[in-house]
């Protein structure tokens, strides 16, 4: 589904900065991956790149078999950490934006697909306001149902639940978990909240400060209905913790 190989970046411009050194990551069709890393070690960076909005320096990138970065485009669905609606449309019409752009529908049917799901993201009697009417959390929620409709093979979550309370981030992250199935095959996301990817991933990767690359690899157990014990979580969590050095209580 997705293969990093070897990849690294180094935006030149007055000051060279080497962003990323020597990344790899494999996920498969059904996985669903964390990133977590300290504050500019790469993360967003490495989103574009495999988005194909930035060209690595070198190494390798292929998501659902494409190679080609414009392909490679049409292949993931992106909720960037900026939360990029258009001022002056609508709630309703900034969900549907991704799915009229794609030209995946036309505007009505793709208002409907969008209204159905607004009470489900605690939306409903908004559908009218216009961004600047919204709080940052109802923000980053009309973004995340933008891109989630798209149902693109390949999911890059950029932190979505960065400023919603604890209930909503909760709601929101057990609707994902239960649902992005339904629209894509393969699922990354960039979170600073440990529990949180291990709430809803496979694998936790881990990266190093910048120049940013991986520095551990650690599997979530899930036992039959897909919950991870609370020893389990434990463990995984002193696991994640240790490759970022936090030290933890033993
Ligand atoms: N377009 C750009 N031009 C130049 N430098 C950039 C550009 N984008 C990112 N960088 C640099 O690359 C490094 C990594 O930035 P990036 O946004 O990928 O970090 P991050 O891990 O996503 O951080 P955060 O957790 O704070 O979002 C930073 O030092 C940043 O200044
Ligand atoms: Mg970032």
Redesign the pocket.
């Known amino acids: 589904m997705l293969s990093v190989e070897g990849v690294a970046k180094t ?1 030149v ?1 007055r000051r060279p ?1 080497e ?1 990323l050194r020597d990344v790899s990551l494999h996920v498969e069709a059904g996985d669903f991956v964390s990133i977590v ?1 300290p ?7 490495l989103f574009n790149l495999i988005a194909g909005i930035e060209t690595p320096s070198s190494g390798r990138i292929a998501a659902g078999g494409e190679t080609d970065a414009d392909r490679r485009r049409l292949s993931c669905g992106y909720m960037f ?1 900026k939360d990029l609606l258009f001022p002056w449309r609508s709630v309703l019409d900034n969900a549907a934006l991704g799915l009229e752009v794609a030209g995946v529908c036309g505007r009505a049917e793709a208002r409907s697909r969008a209204r159905e799901l607004l009470p489900r993201f605690g939306l409903e009697g908004f559908e009218g306001h216009r961004p600047a009417e919204l709080s940052g959390g109802m923000r980053q929620r009309v973004a995340l149902l933008r891109t989630l409709l798209l149902k693109r093979p390949l999911l890059l979550l950029d932190e979505p639940f960065a400023s919603l309370d604890a209930l909503t981030r909760r709601e929101l992250q057990d609707w994902l978990r239960s649902t992005w199935r339904t629209g894509s095959e393969a699922a990354l996301l960039v979170t600073h909240d440990v529990r949180e990817a291990i709430y809803l991933s496979d694998r936790v990767y881990v990266m190093s400060p ?1 120049p940013g690359s991986i520095v551990a690899e650690v599997a979530v157990p899930r036992g039959a209905g897909g919950s991870t014990g609370a020893l389990a979580a434990a463990e995984v969590e002193t696991a994640v913790l240790r490759a970022l050095q936090i030290e933890t209580a033993a």
């Open positions: 935006f411009g900065v962003a890393g504050s500019g070690c790469g993360k967003s960076t950490q910048r």
